[in-house]
Nanobody, 125 residues
């Protein structure tokens, strides 16, 4: 059974870069035609899909509203994929989730079949 676990700092200062890692166990990120996603939920708001990397590592997808600040990468030797969000502001405070889907989700997170537990990142000076 595949499991996902987010890790990274819980507090980031404004204008800095937020970096999170998702460690996958019980399955490989390089097989299975899966999409490996990053999704966030600001306090009191709904889920927001941020981007994804396809299992092949050759295709990346980003939310248009975040594309200029977002970068997703992977380390196949560690079975991990990462999120970097630059120039953060307090509006980027959210619970950040990594997740697996069998289909491209875009704004429809209903295709997500496996979620990490989520990690709260607060942007504050």
């Amino acid at each position: 059974q595949v499991q996902l676990q987010e890790s990274g700092p819980g507090l980031v200062k404004p204008s800095q870069t937020l970096s999170l890692t998702c460690t996958v166990s019980g399955g490989s990120i390089t097989t299975g035609y899966y999409y490996w996603n990053w999704i966030r939920q600001p306090p009191g708001k709904g889920l927001e899909w941020m981007g994804a990397i396809f299992y092949s590592g050759r295709t990346y997808y980003y939310s248009p509203s975040l594309k200029s600040r977002t970068s997703i990468s992977r380390d196949t030797s560690k079975n991990q994929f990462t999120l970097q969000l630059s120039s953060v502001t307090p509006e980027d405070t959210a619970v950040y989730y990594c997740a697996r889907s069998a289909y491209y989700t875009g704004s429809y997170v209903g295709y997500v079949e496996v979620w990490g537990q989520g990690t709260l990142v607060t942007v504050s000076s």
